[in-house]
């Protein structure tokens, strides 16, 4: 998942279409007129506004996993009770519960505005580096990752020790607890060679997400090198996309999401100037979306990329800008969003099996019922403190967790390289 460090200190500068950073060697020099161009002269750094537009989009797109999974362990489906969904609130309920996937989707392609487009933008100013991207991705990943597969992992086995594996926790099964299977996970092979660790069931976007940016900087990479050196990155691409191709395919087919926030990025003009009306689009393709995906699930998750990516383009250009409150806010909540991403879970299932007092965490309640509604706000304020105390021990420490790495894995010369052509 992306950080707000990614927005940082990055200035886009007039880039013509064949670039001087661009190998013209290149094994995929023809894509040099396509990236050349991608970066728009008039575009500057990312503003506090648009730092704290981002930062609301993040907590509330970890918000709404979190409140989706809380739906599945304590209220009825909607389509096992029709009848009790088919009043103003029901159908209220309904919408705002059911929106767990399209938020995943929603950190794909911010995930490409600022990850995508940070590095877009350093290969003009000339500061790109692969080892350095690679740093910067892997202290994200995995000072979160590392302390939530543990933890989890933990919860799960005091969970199943007394109460046993149960399908209704995340669909595990004794393939979930496999020491193939935490190895996997470990190196972001859930989905592909594993299941997913334990009741830990968001750990598969974090695989997709782990695997665009290892496609990205091949890519990049070979097109920023000449020689020998481009043409590893060329093979490195090939053999990771063989591989995905053959394991799981879907990580290719949701690729084009996380590309849209890369080019949204890059866009010079928004195409739609009203914050209101772009927000009632991306609303519009969000609670579509379910019915979307029935005539084609590609089609119905492009256009559901794409209204995200029109609703950041938006307030990437908007004059407007939040209250100082609300951006302490958002940064607030958005600090440790990746760790409710992570950690919730395995903490909901453990306290639900425990608290139900018996192997499924699955409840039934109506969405009127009051019991159930105060069961949910309390799951919820829960895995919410729980992913903030988390945080202050690792999400928080991500930008000291980089400079560490950088000052003992890269040298000054590195740290202070010229433009990327002219250093190879």
Known sequence: MADQSEAQDVHFEAIGPSSPYLDSDSPLAFLNKLVGGLIDASQSSLNPAMTSNLDFLRWLAAALVLVYHLRGAIFVAPMASPALYENVWGVFFAL????????????????????????????????????????????????????????????????????????????????????????????SLQTLLSPELGSNTPLWSL??????????VAIIGCMTS???????????????????????????????????GLFARCASAPIIRSKLLAWIIALLATFSYP?????????????????????????????????????????????????????????????????????????????????????????????????????RLTEERTGQFKRWLEARLLNHQRMNAAPVKKAL
């Open 207 to 216: 695989a997709y997400e782990v695997w665009y940016y290892a496609l990205f």
């Open 291 to 391: 019915v979307l995906i029935h005539y084609s699930p590609l089609l119905g998750s492009v256009v559901l990329a794409c209204s995200f990516a029109n609703l950041i383009i938006t307030l990437m250009f908007s004059q407007s800008r939040p209250s100082g409150q609300a951006a302490k806010i958002n940064a607030l909540l958005a600090g440790f969003s990746f760790s409710l991403y992570l950690t919730h879970a395995p903490l909901v299932t453990i306290i639900a099996v425990f608290f139900n007092d018996k192997p499924s965490p699955i409840l039934h309640y109506g969405p009127g019922d009051w019991k159930g509604l105060l069961l949910f706000g309390a799951y919820f304020t829960i895995a919410a403190l729980y992913a903030f105390a988390f945080s």
């Open 96 to 187: 705002l519960t059911n929106c767990g996937r399209q938020a995943v989707y929603l950190f794909f392609v911010i995930s490409g505005f600022l990850v995508g487009g940070g590095a877009l933008a350093d290969i003009k100013r000339g500061r790109f580096s692969v080892a350095r991207y690679t740093i910067h991705r892997f202290a994200r990943i995995y000072l979160v990752l590392a302390p939530a597969l543990a933890v989890g992992l933990v919860f799960d086995l005091v969970r199943t020790h007394y109460f046993g594996i149960n399908a209704d926790c995340g669909g595990e099964t004794l393939a979930s607890y496999k020491l193939a299977t935490v190895a996997a996970n470990a190196l």
């Open 226 to 260: 000449s020689g020998l050196k481009s043409y590893i990155y060329a093979l490195l691409f090939v053999a990771m996309t063989i591989f995905i191709l053959i394991f799981n395919y879907y990580i290719l087919a949701m690729f084009p999401l996380w590309l849209i």
